[in-house]
């Protein structure tokens, strides 16, 4: 099982540039997550999507912008990168639980440096 | 206040070495309660959930004091392999998007 794939797995920008993130997972997950990841600062949720079609902002969304056109799809885009930007990227999907909660599936990350 | 604090560490143990960090939570309506292991340059993996019983893995024993508001670990007979940060991890209510809150970690260093 593939479960949740992320990519690029790498990437260096100019300040300005746009660029897109894309997650997909193939466990049938209904929620879907970006987060960053900076030292000391642990993981910090940018925003977040609990079905095809829907998202909504997390702690940090600005700067960013999401799309899930397909359940299995959530993309993370920078429309105008700046240093501070600069991260390591993990996206996460769950089920949906009334009750309960069983945890995230991590991708592998994407580990963005813009110049 | 964060919403979770954990000591930064790092832990330096020998092999062998029994060692336990703990982990506060700000909000006490939070529902459910994991420890995630993360490799350096990987991604955070789960360890385990945490129960109000408490619960124990093999080497990991997990424990949840909800009037204390804080969760532990506890790891025994330490392996070389247990080298990770290990993050804390609280679901505050069960809302909109079941979101997870991370704390920054606890470093662990396990020598021989």
């Known amino acids: 099982n593939a479960g949740v794939t992320q990519t690029p797995k790498f990437r260096v920008l100019k300040t300005g540039q746009s660029m897109t993130l894309l997650c997909a997972q193939d466990?049938?997950?209904?929620?879907m997550y970006w987060y960053r990841q900076d030292p000391g600062m642990g993981l910090r949720l940018i925003h977040y999507s609990v079905g095809e079609g829907t998202t909504a902002k997390g702690e940090v969304p600005d700067g960013y912008n999401v799309s899930r056109l397909k359940k299995q799809n959530f993309l993370l885009g920078l429309e105008s990168a700046a240093p501070s930007q600069t991260s390591v990227y993990f996206c996460?999907?769950?089920?949906?639980?009334?009750?309960?909660?069983?945890?995230?599936?991590f991708g592998s990350g994407t580990r963005l440096t813009v110049v | 206040r964060k919403e979770v604090e954990q000591d930064p560490g790092p832990f330096n143990v020998p092999e062998g070495a029994t060692v336990a960090f703990n982990c506060t939570y700000s909000?006490?309506?939070?529902?459910?309660f994991f420890w995630y292991r993360q490799d350096c340059r990987k991604e955070p993996k789960l360890l385990m959930s945490?129960?109000?019983s408490g619960n124990e893995d093999g080497r990991f024993t997990a424990q949840l004091n909800r009037a204390s508001q804080y969760i532990s670990l506890l790891i025994r007979d330490s392996k070389l392999s247990d080298s990770a940060t290990y993050l804390c991890?609280?679901?505050?209510?069960?809302?909109?998007?079941?979101?997870?809150?991370f704390g920054a970690g606890t470093i662990l260093r396990v020598k021989s």
């Open positions: 909000n006490s309506a939070s529902q459910s």
């Open positions: 991890v609280v679901n505050p209510v069960m809302e909109y998007g079941n979101k997870l809150v």
């Open positions: 466990m049938n997950h209904e929620y």
């Open positions: 996460a999907s769950s089920y949906s639980r009334t009750e309960g909660h069983y945890g995230y599936t």
């Open positions: 945490v129960y109000s």
